[in-house]
T-cell receptor, first 113, second 115 residues
Framework: KQEVTQIPAALSVPEGENLVLNCSFT??????LQWFRQDPGKGLTSLLL?????REQTSGRLNASLDKSSGRSTLYIAASQPGDSATYLC????????????FGKGTKLSVIP | GAGVSQTPSNKVTEKGKYVELRCDPI?????LYWYRQSLGQGPEFLIY????????DSGLPNDRFFAVRPEGSVSTLKIQRTERGDSAVYLC?????????????FGPGTRLTVL
């Protein structure tokens, strides 16, 4: 059974810092990995989708990398802003006929002005 | 275009009552998913539809939960004899075709509170 772990559970940084969020998964046979952002009381906003054949994806100040063989992904946020404060969730789409996303518990990020 | 929409945004009910939660996927998306998110946890898969049929319902916790998608568009999640443990945010997602490499797009969720 696929399990996804996110470290740290919470992170507080001053505005302007670069930061890295970590995600690990137990079964490397995945189709893709998605990073989401969730604001309090809201749904999920997709940030980046990395297919299993890709090593990284970039969108603006966000860069996500994928090392499928070691079961790891990182989300790099450059020049953090207070508006980046949210919970960031990592999810993997496993293979073998499964269509579901398996999520981690998320990292709660606070960017202090 | 419009994203995934869910109604109601909030639902408060009493233990033992029946509830229906509605999901409107992105127009043209054939795949639809339901997830449940408890406080402090990541979303957990409930059921996946490809068109009108439930292709994978392995995440439904018990037979009090049922979902339909009669015309291959709107879906309704139905919960009978609600229990306090059913309180959670119910999220719906859709994807263009349900293929393995598709991105899933999520709605805002319905927060269900069972008193």
């Amino acid at each position: 059974k696929q399990e996804v772990t996110q470290i740290p559970a919470a992170l507080s940084v001053p505005e302007g810092e670069n930061l890295v969020l970590n995600c690990s998964f137990t079964d490397s046979a995945i189709y893709n990995l998605q990073w989401f952002r969730q604001d309090p009381g809201k749904g999920l906003t997709s940030l980046l989708l990395i297919q299993s054949s890709q090593r990284e994806q970039t969108s603006g100040r966000l860069n996500a990398s994928l090392d499928k063989s070691s079961g790891r992904s990182t989300l790099y946020i450059a020049a953090s802003q207070p508006g980046d404060s949210a919970t960031y969730l990592c999810a993997v789409h496993s293979g073998a006929g499964s269509y579901q996303l398996t999520f981690g518990k998320g990292t709660k990020l606070s960017v202090i002005p | 275009g419009a994203g995934v929409s869910q109604t109601p945004s909030n639902k408060v009910t009493e233990k033992g009552k029946y509830v229906e939660l509605r999901c409107d996927p992105i127009s043209g998306h054939t795949a639809l998913y339901w997830y449940r998110q408890s406080l402090g946890q990541g979303p957990e898969f409930l059921i996946y539809f490809q068109g009108t049929g439930a292709a994978d319902d392995s995440g439904l916790p018990n037979d009090r939960f049922f979902a339909v998608r009669p015309e291959g568009s709107v879906s309704t999640l139905k919960i009978q004899r609600t229990e306090r443990g059913d309180s959670a945010v119910y999220l719906c997602a859709s994807s263009p075709s349900g293929r393995a490499y598709d991105e899933q797009f999520f709605g805002p969720g319905t927060r269900l509170t069972v008193l």
